[in-house]
């Protein structure tokens, strides 16, 4: 399954962002998925996760704020960005969990927030 992330931009402090992520198969499998993001520096993070079942985790630094869902129909898991800051700029991508089971990463999509 190849995962394709979109939906990123420049916005401003405290605005919004859906991250849509188009799979080519379906995602509908025993796969955990999950949205992770790598800024200027640092090393990728999940910041993300969902279940087969739903069930979802965030990290600490954007719960709250960020909402992870998929549309098992159309095979895109999306990443709903609420109250941005600008350390939520990075590139944002999408795959399977956990990291170290991935061997291939699409481009991502770049997130920058300006305060």
């Known amino acids: 399954v190849q995962l394709q992330a979109s939906g990123g931009g420049s916005v401003q402090s405290g605005e919004s962002l859906r991250l849509s992520c188009a799979a080519s198969g379906s995602i509908s499998g025993a796969k955990v998925m999950a949205w992770y993001r790598q800024a200027p520096g640092k090393e990728r993070e999940s910041v993300a996760t969902?279940?087969?079942?739903?069930?979802?985790v965030y990290a600490r630094s954007v719960d709250g704020r960020f909402t992870i869902s998929k549309d098992k129909p159309k095979n895109t898991l999306y990443l709903q960005m609420n109250s941005l800051k600008p350390e939520d700029t990075a590139v944002y991508y999408c795959?399977?969990?956990?990291?170290?089971?991935?061997?291939?990463w699409g481009p991502g999509t770049q997130v920058t927030v300006s305060s």
């Open positions: 969902i279940t087969p079942g739903g069930g979802v």
């Open positions: 795959n399977f969990w956990p990291k170290t089971t991935v061997t291939t």
